[in-house]
């Protein structure tokens, strides 16, 4: 079961439901699933899962992306590898010929059709990835190079390591980046079911109906989880009530939850009404997961 953890914006809650959801599960404390539980932080960009798991550092490894790199003394000067690049990534002047990395997508149209071999494809490092276990919980993250343009490639390296890395009897939480942008699509695109954690302000409303337009384009199965419930108003819960879009938990606002985060500590240990509203999401998403 692959479980992706989505906001509309940052600052919802999403990390800290990913992270005490993720945790709770390798304990293994209700549901009796024996099964691998794995977190993966998508959000790469900042990725801040680990501030609340500690795991011991088992792997760690450089991501790349292929970039071309222009030779000379074989150019002629053709202007063909500027013509091929949808992406404005080359730019050929009478003497010489500049490649913009930044703008790349790593297509291979330049290398595979310049008539004279002169653009080969050289690995840029674009971040990294680690592995972490703490007790039965799997914890993976990539960071992403600062000065990257995009947190695609990384994040679908990522999720390839993964699948690569885990199968069979695992339930993967994957912590996504905020937003409905390009890294939010990759991260989701795939995922057997998407938790979108809103918070009950006009803002966060806004937010929500724009990611769950997106959801809704990628066909996924998905549900809401109100983060911070009893703060502003309850547009939150007429508006999925009259969309029928299924509410699978109300997280409470409350000053402990706030202080515990901020000391980096998981909130089910010491809350019990967190614990079993995480508890009964889970059972949501499970029952969600297998209707057809």
Known sequence: MNIAIASGKGGTGKTTLASNLASLLSKNTKNQLNKKIILVDLDVEEPNSGLFIKGKLTTQEDKFRAVPMWNNKKC????????????????????SVLIFPELCHSCFACTELCPDDALKMTDRKIGTLSHYKLNDLVFIESRLEIGEPSAVPLI?????????????????????????????????????????????????????????????????????????????????????????????????????????????????????????????????????????
């Open 156 to 292: 679908k390296q990522t999720k390839e390591y993964v699948n690569k890395k885990f199968s069979g009897n695992t339930i993967i939480i994957f912590d996504s980046p905020p937003g409905t942008s390009c890294p939010v699509i990759e991260s989701v695109k795939n995922m057997d079911f998407v938790v979108l954690v809103t918070e009950p302000t006009p803002f966060g409303l806004h937010d929500l109906k724009l990611a769950i337009e997106t959801v809704k384009k990628l066909n996924r199965k998905f549900a809401v989880v109100i983060n911070k419930y009893g703060i502003g108003n309850n547009d939150v819960d007429k508006y999925c009530e009259k969309n029928k879009i299924p509410i699978i938990g109300r997280i409470p606002d409350m000053k402990k939850i706030a202080e515990l985060y901020s000391r980096g500590k998981l909130l089910y240990d010491e809350i019990i009404e967190v614990k079993e509203e995480i508890e009964n999401i889970f059972s949501e998403v499970t029952t969600l997961c297998i209707e057809n």
């Open 76 to 95: 002629t000067f053709c202007e063909q590898c500027k013509s091929f690049c949808n992406f404005n990534a080359i730019a050929v002047l009478p003497n």
